[in-house]
Nanobody, 113 residues
């Protein structure tokens, strides 16, 4: 599985932005697709993930971000609303396929105050 993320950029605080990630290969709806992020100087952490059984969000984004998925396109999206400077990070697309992790190259989102 190879992942190609897109949509990073510069956004003003309070604004919205959307990331996309396309996966090559064969995925099942039960495979987990999601997003992690690494803020400057910090470790990578879960943002949101989704599979056929539901979604899971990190505490810092719950209520502001929405993860969705188009299985026909092997694509996962991250809609980010009410962005804060603390959301500045490199965002990584992830697929967990039966316990094996695949990662995209990362896309930088910078939120200006």
């Amino acid at each position: 599985v190879q992942l190609q993320a897109s949509g990073g950029g510069l956004v003003q605080a309070g604004g919205s932005h959307k990331l996309s990630c396309v996966a090559s290969g064969t995925l099942s709806p039960s495979d987990v697709m999601g997003w992690y992020r690494r803020p400057p100087g910090q470790q990578r952490k879960l943002v949101a993930r989704i599979n056929a059984f539901g979604t899971l969000y990190g505490d810092a984004v719950r209520g502001r971000f929405t993860v969705s998925r188009d299985n026909a396109k092997n694509t996962v999206y991250l809609q980010m609303n009410s962005l804060e400077p603390e959301d500045t990070a490199v965002y990584y697309c992830n697929v967990d396929q039966k316990g094996r992790d695949y990662w995209g190259q990362g896309t930088l989102v910078t939120v200006s105050s």
